[in-house]
């Protein structure tokens, strides 16, 4: 990392040279070895990038949120951990991280998310899977299935030999 505006809380574990662009926002996570930060990307406490990813400017990986190695998530990609999110609870007052329960979501080995596409919590997206750019992902992802749309819908299913592509 050089020189560079960046929040990067004492918390956050960082592999070996990772390198991460200005104005990111780094809390309570872990960034695998070698991985690519891009420009004014949040990651927040309890989110996992694995290694060798690359993760494009403007996105926002939320608590609960696993993407293992090798992934490449497109620019302004939005990730989602609550099902029924809310500003306060049922009397009135403001909720807290006390109100809510995080659902988690995985992304496995060498997925890649196009840019602009949201992904809602509590999914699965298999490894080598494509997903769309502007794609809103509402279920799971088998591996090497190719999704795109709103909602997204399968393009390219999983084939049999996909795995050495």
Excluded at 12 to 41: H, M, W
Excluded at 102 to 114: E, Q
Aim: charged letters at 20%; aromatic letters at 4%; a negative charge.
């Amino acid at each position: 990392m050089n020189n560079v505006p960046a929040c990067i809380a004492g918390d956050v574990v960082l592999g070996r040279d990772v390198r991460i662009a200005p104005f990111v926002n780094l809390y309570g996570c872990q960034i695998g070895d070698e991985t690519k930060i891009g420009a004014f990307v949040e990651i927040q406490k309890n989110a996992i990038v694995g290694a060798r990813c690359k993760i494009s400017s403007h996105t926002f990986i939320c608590e609960g949120v696993t993407i293992e190695d090798e992934c490449f998530v497109g620019h302004g990609v939005m990730f989602i951990n609550d099902k029924y999110p809310r500003a306060t609870n049922p009397d009135g007052s403001l909720q807290t991280e006390n109100d809510w329960r995080v659902v988690a979501t995985r992304v496995r080995r060498g997925a890649s998310i196009g840019s602009g596409a949201v992904i809602l919590c509590g999914l699965t997206i298999g490894a080598g899977a494509t997903i769309g750019a502007g794609a809103v992902v509402t279920s799971d992802v088998a591996a090497h299935e190719t999704v795109a749309g709103v909602p997204a819908r399968v393009l390219r299913p999983h084939q049999v030999g996909s795995e050495d592509l």
